[in-house]
């Protein structure tokens, strides 16, 4: 057998295809990975990485929980926030500021910190009337009941929300506390001094 003989029959006579080791040209290797890494970027920020809760729109959890109904705490502060600057914030001011001449402060308030809600709900209910000190100061203007007409859940979303902002801290009015006020004090009561408001436990 000849020399030639042996190498057909290896396969490597040199008319025949070979695969050489450079077969994939760089441009489709660099395509490829650049693909694969807009892939992973895409994922990430839209797949909610699987978890079943995240659908189209929604790209994630976080923006999932930022649209959904708050519970406890957190949605009386964004309830009683609402309420509040539509039906006392033109007064009062967003910030709880007060204006002279329109309305004293709420932010720092000895009223708005009582111990308890007692006084602090009176004032929305029946309103103030005439002379009331406020952080020293004397006020002798006269407060309708601007709180009167919200149903007791809102009413005590917008006082937890007064008794918590503005670096005021005291607690929670919950509606079943309003409730119980409103049964107490009767129809069409009458509004209050100062002095009068000082009388009620706090
Ligand atoms: C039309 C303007 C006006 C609106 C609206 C208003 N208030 Fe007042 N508020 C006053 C004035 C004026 C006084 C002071 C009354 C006085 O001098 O006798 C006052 C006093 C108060 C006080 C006691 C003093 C203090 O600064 O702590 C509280 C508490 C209060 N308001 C809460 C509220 C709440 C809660 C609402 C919304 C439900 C509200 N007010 C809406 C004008 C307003």
């Known amino acids: 057998m000849s ?42 920020h839209n797949s909610g990485w699987f978890n079943p809760r995240v659908y189209a729109p929604y790209h994630s959890v976080d923006q999932l ?20 600057e539509n039906v ?19 932010a720092g308030s000895e009223w708005v910190m009582a111990k308890g809600y007692n006084r602090l709900a009176h004032i929305p209910l029946e309103g103030v009337n005439g002379a009331i000190s406020v952080e020293g100061k004397d006020w002798t203007m006269a407060m309708a009941a601007m709180g009167a007409a919200l149903p007791d ?13 503005w670096g005021n801290k005291a607690g929670e009015v919950t509606g079943d506390e309003i409730k119980k006020l409103r049964a107490d004090m009767g129809k069409n009561p009458a509004p209050a001094t100062g002095d009068q408001l000082k009388a009620m436990p706090e």
């Open 3 to 44: 020399e030639d003989n042996q190498k057909n029959c290896r396969g490597n006579s040199p008319g025949e295809p070979t695969a050489t080791r450079s077969s994939a040209p760089m441009w489709i290797i660099v395509a490829t990975l650049a693909l694969l890494f807009l892939g992973g970027v895409y994922f990430d």
């Open 65 to 84: 929980e930022a649209y959904q109904p708050k519970s406890g705490a957190a949605a009386a502060l964004a309830k009683g926030k609402g309420i509040y």
């Open 88 to 106: 006392c914030g033109i007064c009062h001011g967003a910030d709880g500021m007060g204006k002279p001449g329109v309305a004293p402060p709420l």
């Open 153 to 165: 859940d809102d009413l005590a979303a917008v006082l937890t929300y007064i008794r918590g902002s």
